[in-house]
């Protein structure tokens, strides 16, 4: 009964709250769905109090408040973990940057290089009656954040489902400074199982080929990857498990299909193992207090050497551009910024590693230019100057695109660039040959 007393002590409004903001601060706002939201409207209402407020946070799924307050760079700059695309526009507003990173070492760099934080602001599940706070699914690395926290403000939100789990996945009252009871706005949609279009299905159908019974799956966002999902859903595969950074609402559909049990895995066996969650009111009920998910540290659920222990391991993840040596961008086109990296070097290494495990980079072949119309390979030469490299070519494994799949393990430069150009939109295929004659790489009994 204490708890309810210590709580009445620690609550208080967000404006009250967010007076602990001063200026020069550095201020973490959470992770995608379980972003601050009352207390960013609080905070924004101190915009012109502050100066030099440097927050960090990622995946936001709805624009924050802070971000249209009049000279926003001269009161707050965004630092992004993982950009979706709200924080690209902000960035070419000029007030929002990336912070590289390797996401399974996300808790790592709060505790060892990060050390202190003025604030830490974020939505939670209602506290329970031994006083926890659950950190719903945004849970990914907070636990760190907490640790390294000043000051620590808690947003309760009725909405945010309960993500179980076997570690770091909440706070305990006697940790907190001040609690804050929220707007209790819905959870945000993000990576909803939209209408897959043709490409998407024939690349799910590609892969979903490669996957045997017992496997154990990691899906990164997007169409292409909840095509996989659903494909695998109407599929008959079975005892399949599920180790992967982000939860989506494929992993519903396969689950509801009888096609997840995590029979086969060496570990966490029966349970799906996530860092966070994002998509559709669907996957946010199936994971309330739902005993068979497991919401646990990136740095858990990301680490290569564990990933490498499950036999039969699928990586399946998306990408902006690939060139002809193999090289993988997924986070930017040039210097125009995308996403990030996220755990996509985590994944790919991991399932290169582990006994019949498979890596697979899916995109399409090519893509319609926004500003000219025009048809564009994202099979390149060489990656666009400026490009970041996500994937290097010593790891790349699959990859796939609505014109095939190619396995690049053990294959020499000439070898992989013939595959990798028959995976390119036909119109485009004999500039590439040509480029790739340019820089030898093109043997002359290759086929055309």
């Given at each position: 009964m204490h708890y309810l007393e210590e709580y009445k002590q620690k609550l208080t409004t967000a404006a009250e709250a967010v007076k602990t903001v001063k200026s020069g601060d550095w201020v973490d706002y959470g992770w995608c769905v379980c972003t601050a939201n009352a207390l960013d409207k609080a905070l924004a209402a101190r915009s012109e109090e502050l100066t030099d407020v440097k927050i960090r946070g990622g995946i936001l799924t709805r624009r924050p408040a802070i971000f249209?307050?009049?000279?926003?760079?001269?009161?707050?700059?965004?630092?992004?973990?993982?950009?979706?695309?709200?924080?690209?526009?902000?960035?070419?507003?000029?007030?929002?940057?990336?912070?590289?990173?390797?996401?399974?070492?996300?808790?790592?760099?709060?505790?060892?290089?990060?050390?202190?934080?003025?604030?830490?602001?974020?939505?939670?599940?209602?506290?329970?009656?031994?006083?926890?706070?659950?950190?719903?699914?945004?849970?990914?690395?907070?636990?760190?954040?907490?640790?390294?926290?000043?000051?620590?403000?808690?947003?309760?939100?009725?909405?945010?489902?309960?993500?179980?789990?076997?570690?770091?996945?909440?706070?305990?009252?006697?940790?907190?400074?001040?609690?804050?009871?929220?707007?209790?706005?819905?959870?945000?949609?993000?990576?909803?199982?939209?209408?897959?279009?043709?490409?998407?299905l024939a690349v799910a159908k590609l892969v979903v080929s490669e996957i045997p019974d017992g496997a154990c799956l990691q899906l990164g966002i997007g169409s292409m990857p909840n095509a996989i999902g659903k494909m695998i859903a109407d599929s008959d595969l079975k005892d399949l498990g599920v180790h992967t950074e982000m939860y989506v609402d494929a992993f519903v559909d396969m689950s509801m299909a009888g096609r997840i049990t995590g029979a086969c895995k060496p570990f966490d066996r029966g349970r799906q193992t996530y860092a966070f969650a994002a998509g559709t009111q669907k996957l946010y009920d199936f994971l309330n207090n739902n005993s068979e998910c497991m919401a646990a540290p990136v740095n858990y659920v990301n680490d290569i050497a564990r990933v490498s222990q499950i036999e039969n391991f699928m990586s399946i993840n998306g990408a902006v551009d690939i060139d002809l040596f193999g090289q993988v961008s997924s986070e930017?086109?040039?210097?125009?910024?995308?996403?990030?990296?996220?755990?996509?070097?985590?994944?790919?290494?991991?399932?290169?590693?582990?006994?019949?495990?498979?890596?697979?980079?899916?995109?399409?072949?090519?893509?319609?230019?926004?500003?000219?119309?025009?048809?564009?390979?994202?099979?390149?030469?060489?990656?666009?100057?400026?490009?970041?490299?996500?994937?290097?070519?010593?790891?790349l494994h699959w990859l796939v695109t609505e014109y095939g799949k190619f396995n690049v393990k053990g294959k020499s430069t000439w070898e992989r660039v013939e595959g990798i150009i028959s995976l390119a939109h036909p119109q485009f295929r004999e500039e590439l040959i040509q480029e790739a004659e340019k820089m030898r790489i093109w043997r002359r009994s290759n086929k055309r």
């Open positions: 249209d307050v009049p000279n926003v760079a001269d009161h707050f700059t965004w630092n992004s973990w993982h950009m979706s695309g709200i924080e690209r526009k902000a960035v070419k507003e000029g007030f929002a940057y990336y912070i590289p990173l390797r996401y399974s070492e996300l808790p790592g760099y709060y505790r060892d290089c990060i050390k202190t934080l003025d604030v830490a602001m974020f939505q939670v599940a209602p506290m329970d009656e031994h006083g926890w706070f659950n950190f719903g699914p945004g849970g990914s690395h907070l636990k760190a954040v907490c640790e390294c926290a000043k000051t620590i403000i808690v947003e309760v939100n009725k909405n945010i489902p309960v993500c179980l789990g076997g570690f770091e996945n909440c706070i305990h009252i006697s940790d907190i400074n001040m609690i804050v009871e929220g707007e209790n706005p819905l959870m945000e949609t993000l990576g909803g199982s939209g209408a897959a279009s043709e490409v998407d930017s086109s040039g210097i125009n910024h995308i996403s990030g990296a996220g755990g996509q070097q985590d994944f790919v290494m991991g399932a290169y590693l582990a006994k019949g495990g498979k890596s697979f980079i899916c995109c399409s072949s090519s893509f319609t230019d926004k500003g000219t119309g025009q048809l564009k390979s994202r099979i390149r030469p060489t990656l666009v100057e400026g490009s970041v490299v996500t994937a290097t070519r010593t790891n």
